[in-house]
C-alpha cells in the first residue's frame, strides 16, 4: 500500500488550484537532470489530457543524452526561445516549480518569475526549500521528484491519466536519482511506484541503456583520462577528488551531459566515502560531490561551494579558478580533518 504522506487539504489546494487555471506553466532547476526533466515533463503531460494549456520551460538545455524523454523537444528553453518563455510565463495562470528548492537554482530565469503574480507549487525533494511558494510539497527523504509527483497524482485520484508516455518519463526520475535502484530507495513504497509504473508497458530496457549507459566515444574516453590522470585519492580522509580543466575537457570535445557519472566511480574503492568533482565551465567551475552513509556533502556545498543539494548527493558553483576550487577542497580537508597532514603532496597520485 501506498501511504498518502500529502495531507489531504494539500492535496485539496492543489485541486483547486488547478480546476481554476487554464494556462500552466512547468519549470525545473537548470542544467536539467533525468529527474527534473522527467517530473515535470511526466506532469505537463497529465495537466495536457485534463484539457490544460500546459509548457515547461527550462533555465537552459536539456543535456543530448536525455533528449531521448518524451516531450523534450517541445521545452521552451530560456536560453534559447526567451521571447517565447517570457510570453508563456506572462500569461501564466499557475507556476509549478519541479526539483529545485530556491529560485537561485533557476539561473536568470529568476529574474522573470520573480515579479509574477501567479500562484507557485512546489514539489521537491531537496533539502531546505524557499518558503515562498503557495503550496509546498517537499520530502527530502523521497528518492525523487518524479516520485512525488506520482504520489501527487494517486493522491489527487489521477493515476488512470498515467499512460505509457507519462509513466516512462517517471521513471527516467527515479532511476537516475537512485543512481539505477542504489541509493535513496530504501522505502519499500519506492518498489510499489516503480511496480505501478511498469504495468504501464514502458520499454524499461531501452529507457535504461539510455538514460544509465549511454555515452558517446568521447564520453567514455574522457572518464577513462579523468579515472587514469585526473583522480587524487586521500585515504585517511575517505577522500577522493576529480578536476577537469576547459582545455581537457576541449581535447575530449565535451558535451554536457558526458561526465555525468563520473563522481561515484571513486566511490567504489572501499577506503573511499565521499568524492569531488570540479570541472571548469565557461563562467565558473561545477562542483559535484557525492558521498556513503553517514557524511553530508549537502553542508560542504553549501559552506564552501555555494551550493546545497542532498545529503549524500550535492553541487554547487565556485566562482573563481580552477587553482581556487582546488585549494577550497584542500580548506575542506584542512577544516574537516585538522589532526592530518592534508597538503597536496600526500596524495596518493602525487606519492606515485
Ligand atoms: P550534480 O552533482 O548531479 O550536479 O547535483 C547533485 C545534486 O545536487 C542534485 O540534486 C542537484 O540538484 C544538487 N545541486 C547541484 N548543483 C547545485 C547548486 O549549484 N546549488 C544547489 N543548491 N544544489 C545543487
Ligand atoms: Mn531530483
Not at 108 to 135: C, K, M
Not at 198 to 210: A, H, P, S
Request: charged share 25%; proline share 4%; with cysteine.
Amino acid at each position: 500500500m501506498i501511504s498518502p504522506i500529502i495531507e489531504e487539504k494539500t492535496i485539496e489546494r492543489l485541486r483547486a488550484y488547478i480546476n481554476s487555471a487554464q494556462r500552466i506553466v512547468i519549470t525545473c532547476h537548470k542544467s536539467p537532470d533525468g529527474d527534473a526533466l522527467g517530473s515535470s515533463l511526466a506532469l505537463c503531460h497529465i495537466l495536457r489530457r485534463l484539457g490544460k494549456d500546459v509548457v515547461v520551460v527550462t533555465p537552459d538545455m536539456a543535456p543530448k543524452s536525455l533528449e531521448f524523454i518524451p516531450g523534450v523537444r517541445e521545452l521552451v528553453v530560456y536560453t534559447k526561445h526567451e521571447l517565447r518563455a517570457r510570453n508563456v510565463l506572462k500569461d501564466a495562470q499557475l507556476l509549478f516549480c519541479l526539483d529545485f528548492n530556491s529560485m537561485k537554482r533557476i539561473d536568470r530565469l529568476a529574474e522573470l518569475v520573480g515579479p509574477l503574480n501567479v500562484r507557485r507549487v512546489l514539489i521537491d525533494h531537496h533539502l531546505d526549500p524557499d518558503d515562498d511558494f503557495d503550496i509546498s510539497i517537499s520530502f527530502p527523504e523521497s528518492s525523487s521528484t518524479c516520485e512525488l509527483v506520482f504520489r501527487v497524482l494517486m493522491q489527487m485520484g489521477l493515476l488512470r491519466m498515467m499512460d505509457r508516455h507519462a509513466a516512462s518519463c517517471l521513471y527516467v526520475g527515479l532511476l537516475t536519482d537512485t543512481g539505477g535502484f542504489a541509493y535513496s530507495c530504501d522505502n519499500p513504497e519506492f518498489y510499489e511506484i516503480l511496480a505501478s509504473i511498469l504495468r504501464r508497458r514502458i520499454d524499461r530496457i531501452g529507457l535504461y541503456n539510455k538514460a544509465m549507459n549511454t555515452f558517446s566515444a568521447d564520453s567514455v574516453r574522457l572518464q577513462g583520462y579523468a579515472l587514469s590522470e585526473k583522480m587524487e585519492l586521500f585515504p585517511e580522509q575517505g577522500a577522493a577528488l576529480i578536476t577537469l580543466s576547459k582545455e581537457e575537457l576541449e581535447r575530449f570535445n565535451y558535451n554536457r551531459g558526458d561526465t555525468e557519472t563520473l563522481v561515484n566511480k571513486p566511490l567504489a574503492i572501499p577506503e573511499i566515502y565521499w568524492s569531488v568533482f570540479l570541472r571548469e565551465d565557461a563562467d565558473k567551475i561545477k562542483v559535484s560531490c557525492r558521498s556513503q552513509g553517514d557524511f553530508s556533502v549537502s553542508d560542504i556545498c553549501a559552506r564552501y561551494f555555494n551550493g546545497g543539494g542532498h545529503f549524500n548527493a550535492a553541487g554547487g558553483d565556485y566562482v573563481g579558478s580552477l587553482d581556487e576550487a582546488i585549494a577550497a577542497f584542500h580548506q575542506v580537508l584542512n577544516d574537516l580533518f585538522p589532526d592530518n597532514d592534508n597538503s597536496q603532496e600526500q596524495s596518493i597520485q602525487e606519492q606515485e
